[in-house]
T-cell receptor, first 114, second 111 residues
Framework: DAGITQSPRHKVTETGTPVTLRCHQT?????MYWYRQDPGHGLRLIHY???????DKGEVSDGYSVSRSKTEDFLLTLESATSSQTSVYFC?????????????FGPGTRLTVL | DQQVKQNSPSLSVQEGRISILNCDYT??????FLWYKKYPAEGPTFLIS?????DKNEDGRFTVFLNKSAKHLSLHIVPSQPGDSAVYFC??????????FGTGTKLQVIP
C-alpha cells in the first residue's frame, strides 16, 4: 500500500462540463503520474509531475491539464469533457522497489462523459 | 508508435501448469522492464522487474526472462493458480521514472 487515494471514485458528467480528479498521497513522493486505461490501449500516460509546480505532458495530454501546488496532491482537470475522455483514470507515485524505481497505483476513478 | 507490445490479448491455462506471457519492445534504451498485475476495479500492482543487464529474475512462482538481442521478455508463472487470473501488463522504465505500458494480456487460470 503506497498511501494513494483518488477522488471521486466514480463520476458521471455531461459533455462540455469541467471535471477535476484528485490524487492524494501520504508518503511525500516526488514523482506523481496520471494515466488512463482503455480497452486495447493498456495504460497511457497523460501528465506527470517531478515536484511541486513541476509538471510535463505524457503521450495523451490533449484536453487535460494538471496542477501540483503541494507534494501530496496532484490534480487532473478536464477543462471541457468529451465522450472520448470516458475512461478509468489512475494516479501513481514512483517508489524504489529492490534495485529499481517503480510505480504504485491508486484505486482508480471511473469517469463517464455522456 | 507502440514501444511496448503484448500481442496476445488473452491466455487460458489449466491450474498447476505453466503460464507464459510475452512482451516485445522497440526502444533499446530502456533500463528496466517490469510486470504488473491488475484485477478488475483495482489499480495495477507491481509484480516483478528485471534490469536490462540481466537475463533472468526470479521471485517465487514468477520468473521474468529478458532476451535483449530479440528485444523480447516473458513472464513465467509456475505453477499457475486460479488467483493468478488477472490482466498482466508488461512495462518499461525510462527517464523521469516514466513507465511505458503494453496493452495487457488477460490470463485465465482454469481450476
Amino acid at each position: 500500500d503506497a498511501g494513494i487515494t483518488q477522488s471521486p471514485r466514480h463520476k458521471v458528467t455531461e459533455t462540455g462540463t469541467p471535471v477535476t480528479l484528485r490524487c492524494h498521497q501520504t508518503e511525500n513522493h516526488r514523482y506523481m503520474y496520471w494515466y488512463r486505461q482503455d480497452p486495447g490501449h493498456g495504460l497511457r500516460l497523460i501528465h506527470y509531475s517531478y515536484g511541486v509546480k513541476d509538471t510535463d505532458k505524457g503521450e495523451v495530454s490533449d484536453g487535460y491539464s494538471v496542477s501540483r501546488s503541494k507534494t501530496e496532491d496532484f490534480l487532473l482537470t478536464l477543462e471541457s469533457a468529451t465522450s472520448s475522455q470516458t475512461s478509468v483514470y489512475f494516479c501513481a507515485i514512483s517508489r524504489t522497489s529492490g534495485d529499481t524505481d517503480t510505480q504504485y497505483f491508486g484505486p482508480g476513478t471511473r469517469l463517464t462523459v455522456l | 508508435d507502440q514501444q511496448v507490445k503484448q500481442n496476445s490479448p488473452s491466455l487460458s491455462v489449466q491450474e498447476g501448469r505453466i503460464s507464459i506471457l510475452n512482451c516485445d519492445y522497440t526502444n533499446s534504451m530502456f533500463d528496466y522492464f517490469l510486470w504488473y498485475k491488475k484485477y478488475p476495479a483495482e489499480g495495477p500492482t507491481f509484480l516483478i522487474s528485471i534490469s536490462s543487464i540481466k537475463d533472468k529474475n526470479e521471485d517465487g512462482r514468477f520468473t521474468v526472462f529478458l532476451n535483449k538481442s530479440a528485444k523480447h521478455l516473458s513472464l513465467h508463472i509456475v505453477p499457475s493458480q486460479p488467483g493468478d487470473s488477472a490482466v498482466y501488463f508488461c512495462a518499461a522504465l525510462g527517464g523521469y521514472q516514466k513507465v511505458t505500458f503494453g496493452t495487457g494480456t488477460k490470463l485465465q487460470v482454469i481450476p
